[in-house]
C-alpha cells in the first residue's frame, strides 16, 4: 500500500495517450503534458518482445480517458514531467515493478523515497517469479533493467556470470563494446 502523504500531495488529470511502458501523455488543467513515471524503466519499444508488452501492460492499466492521481516529482532533460501516477491508491509505477514490466531506475529512486522499498521489493518478487522480462535467460540486456550502459559495465565487474561467445576475454574489451553495439546477452549462474 502507498503511503497516504504520497498521494495527498498529487493533482488529477486524464490519461490522453501512451507513448511506451514508460511514457504517456495526461491532460491536466486543459493542457496536455508528457509524463515521465518516476523511479522506474522500461524496455524501448524496439526491444520486441519486452518493449511492446510494457507498452501493453501500461495500456492496460491506464486507457486513454481513465482518470490519475498525478505527484510531480521533476522535469527531466527532455522536459517531460516526471512523476509517479495513482489509480486510488495503486501506484501504477510501483504496478508495472510488481508485473514485471518495469525495473526500478535505480539512479532515480530518490524521487520515492517513501516507497523506495516497496519498489526493491517489488523488483525482487518479479525476478523470483520471472514474470514479465525477468522470464527470460538474460536478466542483464541493454535497457531492461533500468541501468544505462556505463552502469551496466560497472555491474558486470561484480557480478558471477559466464558468456555464451566469447569465452575467455576481459571484460573492459569485449562486453563494453558488444554491450554499446550488439546489446550482448549475459547470461548468469548464482
Not at 502507498?2 to 495526461?26: E, F, H, K, N, Y
Not at 492496460?60 to 505527484?71: D, F
Not at 573492459?172 to 558488444?178: A, G, L, Q, Y
Amino acid at each position: 500500500m502507498t503511503p497516504l502523504s504520497a498521494i495527498a500531495q498529487t493533482t488529477s488529470a486524464t490519461v490522453v495517450s501512451i507513448g511506451d511502458g514508460d511514457t504517456l501523455r495526461i491532460r491536466q488543467s486543459g493542457q496536455v503534458t508528457t509524463i515521465r513515471l518516476s523511479c522506474v524503466d522500461t524496455p524501448e519499444r524496439a526491444q520486441s518482445p519486452w518493449g511492446q508488452q510494457s507498452t501493453s501492460r501500461l495500456k492496460q492499466l491506464l486507457p486513454a480517458g481513465k482518470a490519475v492521481q498525478v505527484r510531480e516529482i521533476t522535469r527531466d532533460h527532455y522536459g517531460r514531467t516526471v512523476a509517479e501516477l495513482y489509480v486510488g491508491k495503486q501506484s501504477i509505477n510501483l504496478q508495472m515493478v510488481k508485473d514485471g514490466q518495469a525495473a526500478v531506475y535505480r539512479q532515480y529512486l530518490k524521487g520515492c523515497t517513501a516507497t523506495k522499498d516497496q519498489y526493491l521489493q517489488a523488483e525482487a518478487q518479479a525476478k523470483q517469479r520471472r514474470l514479465g522480462f525477468w522470464n527470460q535467460k538474460c536478466q542483464l540486456c541493454l535497457g531492461i533493467i533500468g541501468d544505462r550502459v556505463k552502469d551496466v559495465a560497472e555491474k558486470i565487474k561484480h557480478l558471477n556470470f559466464r558468456l555464451k561467445s566469447p569465452p575467455k576475454q576481459t571484460l573492459e574489451k569485449s562486453v563494453r563494446p558488444k554491450l554499446v553495439e550488439k546489446s550482448s546477452v549475459l547470461e548468469f549462474w548464482h
